[in-house]
C-alpha cells in the first residue's frame, strides 16, 4: 500500500487552482456577452435614430391601439344648435335657465349622454341678421336645428315676403352642411293688423311643408300670454315658461328626430370601421 501525504504538494495544489480558474473562465463566457449586448443595447437606447427602430414593433401595436380609440371618439355627441333670437339667448333668466340649458339638461336626464345643446341666440336678431352670420354658426357642425326667429322682424313691421325669404334661405343653408332643421312658429299680437298677422303666422306651416322640416306650430304655445310665465316685459319667458317650452312644445317634437339620429350613428355601417380597426 502507497501512503498518500496528508497535504497535497504545492504543485499539485497549484494546478487544481489553475484548473478551477479556466472552468470558472468558462462558465462565466455567456454572462460576458450578455454583458456586451446589455450595453449594445444601453448604446442604442441613448442613440435616438437606433432606438426608434428597436421600438418599431411597440409603436406598432400603440399606433393600432391609438387607431381603434379614434375610431370610438368618431362616434361624437349629438350637437344640437338653438339658433334664434332672444327667446333663445334666455334675456332676463340665468343661465341655467334658458331653454337650451334646460332642454340639454332635460336630455341628460332621459338618457341622452352624448348630446349637446348649443345656444346661438342673439337678442335683437331679425331673420336678415340671422342668416348674415351663419357662416359662423355652422362651425358648430350641428346635427339638428331648433330655429326659432321673425319675432324682431314682426315688431319692426318689416315686409312678410323678405322674412319668408329670410327663413328660407336659412334652413337652404342648414340642411346643405348635413343639418336636421326644426322650425318653431311664431305668432304676433294683433297690433299691426289682422292682414299682417296672418300673413306673419301664414310663413312657418308654409315653410315647413315646402321645404320638408319639422314644425313646432307655436314656440310658445302655452306660455304667450300667461303674466305667471312671463317676466315683466310680457314678451319674454321667465324659468317656469321656458321649463314649460322644453318639456311641452320641444321635446315632443325633438326626440323622435334624436331617436332617428342616434339609430344611424349604431347601425351596423357606422360600427363596421370600429370592428375593422380592432
Known amino acids: 500500500m502507497i501512503n498518500l501525504p496528508s497535504h497535497p504538494p504545492q504543485r499539485l495544489l497549484t494546478v487544481i487552482a489553475l484548473s478551477l480558474a479556466i472552468a470558472i473562465s468558462g462558465c462565466q463566457q455567456q454572462p460576458d456577452v450578455n454583458t456586451a449586448d446589455n450595453t449594445a443595447d444601453n448604446t442604442q437606447n441613448n442613440n435616438p435614430a437606433v432606438n426608434t427602430t428597436m421600438v418599431e414593433p411597440q409603436k406598432q401595436e400603440s399606433t393600432q391601439s391609438n387607431e381603434s380609440a379614434k375610431s370610438t371618439e368618431q362616434q361624437a355627441p349629438l350637437t344640437i344648435l338653438a339658433l334664434g333670437d332672444s327667446l ?4 332676463g333668466v340665468d343661465n341655467d335657465a334658458n331653454y337650451p340649458a334646460q332642454l340639454e339638461a332635460r336630455l341628460k336626464e332621459m338618457g341622452y349622454k352624448d348630446v349637446k ?9 331679425t331673420s336678415t341678421g340671422l342668416v348674415n352670420r351663419l357662416d359662423w354658426v355652422l362651425q358648430t357642425k350641428p346635427d339638428i336645428t331648433i330655429l326659432t326667429i321673425g319675432a324682431n322682424d314682426a315688431i319692426r313691421g318689416i315686409d312678410v315676403t323678405t322674412v319668408e325669404a329670410n327663413i328660407r334661405t336659412a334652413i337652404k343653408r342648414l340642411q346643405d352642411n348635413g343639418s336636421e332643421v326644426i322650425l318653431g312658429g311664431m305668432q304676433i299680437y294683433d297690433n299691426l293688423g289682422s292682414d299682417y298677422v296672418e300673413s306673419f303666422a301664414a310663413i312657418y306651416p308654409r315653410v315647413a311643408k315646402d321645404m320638408n322640416v319639422t314644425l313646432i306650430p307655436f314656440f310658445l304655445d302655452g306660455v304667450g300670454g300667461d ?3 312671463n317676466q315683466a316685459d310680457a314678451i319674454h319667458p321667465t324659468k317656469e315658461g321656458y321649463t314649460i317650452i322644453v318639456n311641452d312644445n320641444i321635446l315632443p317634437i325633438l326626440q323622435p328626430e334624436i331617436e332617428k339620429l342616434e339609430a344611424n350613428l349604431t347601425s351596423p355601417s357606422t360600427s363596421t370601421p370600429t370592428e375593422t380597426t380592432q
Open 117 to 125: 345643446v348649443v345656444n346661438s341666440g342673439l337678442s335683437g336678431e
Open 88 to 91: 333663445t339667448e334666455g334675456l
Open 227 to 229: 303674466a305667471k310665465l
